[in-house]
């Protein structure tokens, strides 16, 4: 009998959930992202409307929603380890970006905004 060795690449997929507020639809942009370890990637949770403020949560698989950031003015940025989250100036977006992406950034991620 052969035996076969698979070979395994490590990938990583990141989930995004598009939010209403307000009937105010959030976008997020891309929906899902699949990545090998130790890329960097950016996303937007966009609309056309203002917020006063923007809430990033994630969710590991089956694991517990945490709030990861609050932003709560045009421009500012907040940094976490590898994880930068920005503010529009504009205060209609939000962008989410990863450096060095690990598995423990596997998850679902949320974006909320206030008005
Ligand atoms: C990821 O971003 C860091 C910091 O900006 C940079 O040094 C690195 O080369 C980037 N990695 C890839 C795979 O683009
Ligand atoms: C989301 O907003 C960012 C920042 O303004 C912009 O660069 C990007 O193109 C927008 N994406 C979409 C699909 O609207």
């Known amino acids: 009998m052969k035996t076969e060795k698979l070979l395994m690449v490590p990938a990583l997929i990141i989930w995004m959930q598009v939010s209403q507020v307000n009937g105010q639809q959030?976008?997020?942009?891309p929906p899902s992202l699949l990545l090998q370890e130790g890329e960097n990637f950016t996303t937007y949770c966009n609309s056309?409307?203002?917020?006063?403020?923007?809430?990033?949560?994630?969710?590991?698989?089956?694991?517990?929603?945490?709030?990861?950031?609050?932003?709560?003015?045009g421009g500012e940025v907040q940094k976490q380890e590898r994880l930068a989250v920005q503010f529009g100036e504009t205060r209609k977006h939000s962008s989410l970006h990863i450096t060095a992406a690990q598995t423990a950034d596997v998850g679902t991620y949320f974006c909320a905004g206030a008005q």
């Open 26 to 29: 959030i976008q997020q942009i």
């Open 48 to 73: 056309s409307s203002t917020f006063n403020s923007f809430q990033r949560y994630k969710q590991r698989p089956g694991g517990s929603l945490v709030l990861l950031i609050i932003l709560l003015s």
